[in-house]
């Protein structure tokens, strides 16, 4: 995808000009210098200043760039280094403009139309001859520094050719797999484990009562993932809260852009037992919920629901610093309860609900130490799979948990080394789907690695500046409980050993003569 933009803009002074003349053309001097080290090392992806004038107190400048270093990123660089300098003159810098700024993609993007749906509002599109031409109007400082045009242009570009050494695939590419194996249960688990009073349905949306004997076996697998994969790496179990403030679910940035749709939200109710005056009385008299009465007595939300169930970790972290030599930090967290997810698509028995059981793995560290540990926790999870549980898997390159499947499906990804995969799905086969070449997989647990996302998010510093990374890895418990069964069925006789002998004797859930 080739890429090239060209500006024009304006820096506005609080003075006319002429008084600082030397300190302008000092300014236009350093910046060249910068751009010229920026052509020497970039070519023709960095910025040509092409010319400047000054009008009383406003300096005007045309600018053209490619995608390495952007024009508009140059002229933010020219305003801070004309603020320095005539600072001391008592002149100050009052504001940036971006008169025009006009973005030309050649391949690489998603059309004209689908472009003019996504920057509906927020940019002008037009199309020659292949090339989409984007152009912005009248761009601020807080614009530029929001990154919203390279934010506008992720929105609508597509993946690249390769580069040399990549080998570009779809998400959902099959990496390796393990051995056939017989699956005693044919239809859905839900439908079976129903019917012996395993689970039993709770009125809201994707949501269940766990009984005994289900509640035991999923307390089995999580043991066996924190004996076989969590201790021996040396993580530490954390817990986690699950209401998440807005002030927290903003640095959740890629979620909001992709799947603001996915979360719940949690709105906190007035201290004033007053307010829901009328609510009570016709609860009271008629033995009705007026929700609607709720509307004007709740203010916004305040808060949403956990969808990710890592968040608490990295802002643990946030604005604080930490030592390369002090890293990694990993943690596991089970305890703090459920996870949230508006599904796309439905529920679907266990495999797919609103409401869920995860166990966490989570870590902050160097961005080798990140990958070693994703790789790692990937390769003792097949481990317990295969010797603990004795089921059939597949190792899938996934996508991130934030994007859509629609998302997913217009990107490639590289596949070349598994260093360079962001995240590895692990997923088993569920009969009732189908055949195995054609159905939908189940995906038990996603291993991620982030690169520097949410450290940047959550200002996460390095003492020395180096660079740090997260990863996280999360096991989804209710979706390895209907494996397992989908694979063995639901007679404890029939169940590995090594499962047996964590459960010792399994629970019956409650009869009633019902």
Not at 243 to 269: A, N, S
Not at 338 to 364: C, D
């Amino acid at each position: 995808m080739s890429l090239r933009f060209q500006l024009v803009g304006r820096i506005e002074l609080s003075s006319d000009a002429s008084a600082i003349m030397p300190e302008i053309r000092e300014a236009f001097s350093e910046l060249e210098k910068f751009l010229e080290r920026g052509m020497e090392k970039y070519g023709e992806g960095a910025t040509e200043l092409i010319e400047w004038s000054i009008e009383g107190n406003i300096i005007k400048v045309l600018m053209r760039s490619g995608r390495s270093l952007r024009a508009h990123d140059a002229l933010l660089r020219l305003k801070n280094i004309l603020a320095q300098k005539a600072g001391s003159k008592r002149i100050g810098v009052r504001r940036v403009v971006v008169e025009e700024l006009e973005a030309r993609i050649g391949g690489g993007h998603v059309g004209r139309q689908r472009a003019e749906e996504l920057l509906e509002g927020l940019a002008e599109v037009s199309e020659s001859n292949g090339v989409l031409i984007i152009t912005f109007r009248n761009l601020t400082d807080r614009d530029l520094r929001g990154r919203v045009v390279d934010r506008a242009l992720k929105l609508i570009r597509v993946e690249e050719a390769p580069l040399e050494g990549e080998e570009l695939a779809p998400f959902g590419t099959v990496l390796k797999k393990g051995v056939a194996k017989p699956h005693k249960l044919e239809a859905d688990v839900a439908i079976e484990a129903e019917k012996r009073g395993w689970i039993k349905r709770y009125p809201g949306k994707g949501q269940w009562i766990y009984m005994p004997p289900m509640t035991a076996l999923i307390r089995a697998i999580t043991q066996l993932l924190i004996e076989g994969v969590a201790k021996p790496l040396g993580f530490e179990e954390w817990m986690f809260p699950r209401l998440v403030p807005m002030e927290v679910y903003k640095k959740l940035t890629t979620y909001i852009e992709h799947l603001p749709d996915g979360v719940f939200y949690v709105c906190v109710p007035p201290r004033d037992p007053s307010a829901f005056e009328e609510f009570k009385r016709e609860f009271a008299l008629r033995r009705e919920l007026r929700t609607d009465l709720l509307k004007n007595i709740l203010g916004e939300p305040e808060y949403v629901m956990e969808a990710i169930q890592c968040t608490a970790f990295y802002q643990s972290f946030s604005g604080e610093i930490v030592k390369l030599e002090d890293l990694p930090v990993k943690a596991y967290e089970v305890m703090g309860g459920w996870t949230w997810r508006n599904e796309a698509g439905g529920v679907e028995g266990l495999v797919r609900t609103n409401e869920f059981l995860r166990m966490e793995m989570v870590f902050l560290g160097a961005p080798d130490q990140v990958i070693d540990l994703r790789n790692r926790v990937t390769n003792l999870t097949i481990e317990v799979l295969e010797k603990d549980l004795d089921m059939e898997w597949r190792l899938v390159a996934g996508a991130p948990f934030y994007l859509s499947p629609q998302e997913a499906a217009k990107r490639m990804i590289d596949i070349s080394h598994i260093d360079r995969i962001p995240t590895l799905d692990i997923e088993v086969y569920l009969p009732y789907r189908g055949s195995r070449e054609g159905a939908e997989w189940l995906e038990i647990t996603a291993a991620s690695v982030h690169r520097d996302f949410y450290a940047k998010n959550f200002r996460i510093k390095e003492a020395k500046d180096r660079e740090i990374w997260t990863g996280c890895v999360g096991h989804g418990l209710s979706r390895w409980a209907a494996g397992f069964l989908a694979r063995h069925g639901l007679d404890f006789d029939d169940w590995p050993d090594s499962i047996k002998r964590v459960i010792k004797r399994l629970p019956q859930p409650p009869k009633t003569i019902t």
